[in-house]
């Protein structure tokens, strides 16, 4: 008996599916799934990013609007970054560089990423 039960555990075993852990990772949404959940689709670029004076456990990533494509028209938001979930912060954001921004309001004009990391696509 305690042989079959080895030979059932080891075929259980061999049957499992082997692969990475993945942890918190965040899976990237398709482009009209990202256009669609977000209340702002805009193209902004980098003017600074305070760590400190912004909500509790973020950075904030002030941005100057060129074009939103999706939602109310602005001409600067703030980004939260660094939070504590690394997984969800958006891959942005580096002072001086343009990026397409799929975000979501989390009110008085402050936004979050629609999809972690994918949330912000660099342009350039």
Do not use: W
């Not at 002030?62 to 980004?79: A, N």
């Not at 975000?103 to 979050?112: K, N, P, R, T």
């Amino acid at each position: 008996m305690p042989g079959r039960l080895a030979f059932i555990a080891t075929a259980l075993l061999a049957m499992a599916p082997i692969g990475v852990a993945s942890g918190n990772q965040v899976p990237e949404k398709s482009l009209e799934e990202r256009v669609a959940t977000s209340d702002l689709v805009a193209i902004a670029t980098v003017l600074r990013v305070d760590k400190s004076g912004c909500r509790k456990d973020f950075s904030c990533a002030h941005l100057s609007v060129s074009k939103s494509l999706k939602g109310p028209k602005v001409e600067q938001i703030v980004l939260l970054v660094d939070g504590p979930i690394a997984e969800l912060d958006p891959a942005c954001c580096v002072i001086g560089s343009t990026y397409l921004l799929f975000l979501q309001s989390v009110g008085g004009g402050v936004y979050g990423s629609t999809n972690g990391p994918f949330g912000a696509v660099l342009v350039k």
